[in-house]
Each structure stands twice: as structure tokens, then as C-alpha cells.
């Protein structure tokens, strides 16, 4: 065994025993980590306080043999308290640590991730953008080498034509001939392209509209096709 720092936000928690949980925590430097954390349910513990889902932290640990780690010490770095106290944001976050969990491999470092997942938590947290959850799904997408295809018709590969079907099974934007999948309109486009671009702070200080309802939809489903699998916390507000 051999002891680790690190910094990290907490995705999720099961109960072990009478007092233990196994907390699941996307960190910079060490991947998705597994760990026990002994003692965190008995009344009154604050370290268990400091191990609850959406909580950014740095932690202390020793590393098992096995699949299952153990933390040794935890200090906050952030709660995101705006997001928690509102239940909007609170679900969109939760979506963001559900895609997370998904796509981090275990004490396999993936930094990029992690920095978007705390910028987007931390955004989240300073306003209520409708557009933060789809803008991270956009950009992981990217990050994992599958951001749809915008700029043209991803099937015949024709790009003076109108873009009116988004399907990510196709790898993107379709024009009316090839068209399938999901209508989409312009001001979608627009935005997603935005989004990958560069453009994501003005995209993030637009008011909530009926486009940045699309461009979630899309959003989501593109996930949700990538990781084929459906991302419960999107579609129900529980947590993973």
C-alpha cells in the first residue's frame, strides 16, 4: 500500500456496514478512485460531511492492493452551495457527476476532465445557466475524440447545404436529403458550434430561451448514444 495526495470531486457514495461508505471521487491526478471511508456515518461525523456527492476536496489516502482504496483525511475545497440550494441546478449538476462517472476509468488520470467538470460546477454555482450541462455533455464529447460533425452534412459530406437533423449515431448535423434523427434548427447549430469553438462564455451568459431547451435535448441524447446507456439523473432528477 502506498499513501497518495490528490484533489477531487465526489460523483457518489454507497453505504458499507454500520458506519463505513465507499465514496467514488473523479480526481486530477489519479483517475476515477474507490475508497472506504471508515467511520463517516456514526452521528456526528464530519468527515462523513465532507464526503457527500458534489463536494470538491483534497483528500489523503493509501492505495489498496485491490479495487477499493482508503481514505485517511478530506478537506473541503468547495460545496458548490448556490447549486445545492437550487433544484434546477442541483439536477444539472448531478447529470454532469453521473457523465463523469461514466466516462472516468478507475486510477486512470484523465486531468482535462476533471477541470472541466470543477469549471463547470464552479460556473453552475456562480449563475443559473440552462446551458452549462449541455455546453460539459458538448465538451466531453469532444474530449473523448466524438464531437458531431457541425460545419457540414456528416453523410455526404456536403457543406453549402442546410443542416435541418442532428443524429449522433450519423456523427452530427444532416442535411434534407440525408436527413434522420432529431430536427434542428439554426439558432441550435449556432450555438453548439459556439460551444466547441470558443464561444462557450457568451454562450453562458445568454438568457434561458427555447433554443437553449434544443441544444439540451441534443445534448443529452448525443450522451446518451455515446455512452449507450440513459443518464438516469437527466431523466429523473435522482442521484446516480
Known amino acids: 500500500m502506498s499513501l497518495f495526495r490528490d484533489r477531487g470531486i465526489v ?55 485491490g479495487d477499493l ?25 448531478l447529470t454532469m457527476l453521473e457523465v463523469a ?5 478507475e486510477r486512470h488520470a484523465i486531468p482535462a476532465l476533471y477541470r472541466m467538470l470543477a469549471g463547470a460546477l464552479g460556473a453552475l454555482n456562480e449563475r443559473p ?16 475524440g466524438s464531437a458531431p460533425v457541425l460545419d457540414g452534412c456528416v453523410s455526404c459530406g456536403r457543406e453549402d447545404v442546410e443542416l435541418v437533423a442532428f443524429d449522433l449515431t450519423e456523427g452530427g448535423a444532416l442535411c434534407r436529403g440525408c436527413r434522420r434523427g432529431r430536427p ?11 460551444t466547441l469553438q ?3 462564455a457568451g454562450v ?13 435535448t441534443l445534448a443529452t441524447e448525443a450522451m446518451e448514444v455515446h455512452l449507450d446507456r440513459r443518464l438516469r439523473s437527466a431523466r429523473s432528477g435522482m442521484l446516480p
Open 198 to 200: 470558443g464561444g462557450l
Open 69 to 93: 482504496d482508503t481514505l485517511n483525511q478530506a478537506e473541503v475545497v468547495d460545496t458548490f452551495r448556490a447549486v445545492r440550494e437550487d433544484l434546477d441546478r442541483m439536477a444539472a449538476a
Open 204 to 216: 453562458l451568459s445568454e438568457p434561458p430561451s427555447a433554443v437553449a431547451d434544443e441544444v439540451a
Open 184 to 194: 434542428i434548427t439554426p439558432a441550435a447549430l449556432d450555438i453548439m458550434r459556439r
Open 11 to 65: 460523483l457518489r457514495g454507497i453505504r458499507l456496514g454500520e458506519t463505513d461508505r465507499i465514496v467514488t471521487i473523479l480526481t486530477e491526478e489519479h483517475g476515477k478512485v474507490r475508497a472506504v471511508a471508515r467511520g463517516v456515518r456514526r452521528p456526528g461525523s464530519r468527515f462523513g460531511a465532507r464526503l457527500e456527492p458534489l463536494t470538491h476536496v483534497t483528500f489523503l489516502g493509501w492505495q489498496g492492493r
Open 101 to 105: 462517472d461514466q466516462i472516468a476509468q
Open 129 to 144: 445557466s440552462p446551458m452549462v450541462a449541455p455546453a460539459f455533455h458538448l465538451k466531453v464529447l469532444a474530449l473523448d
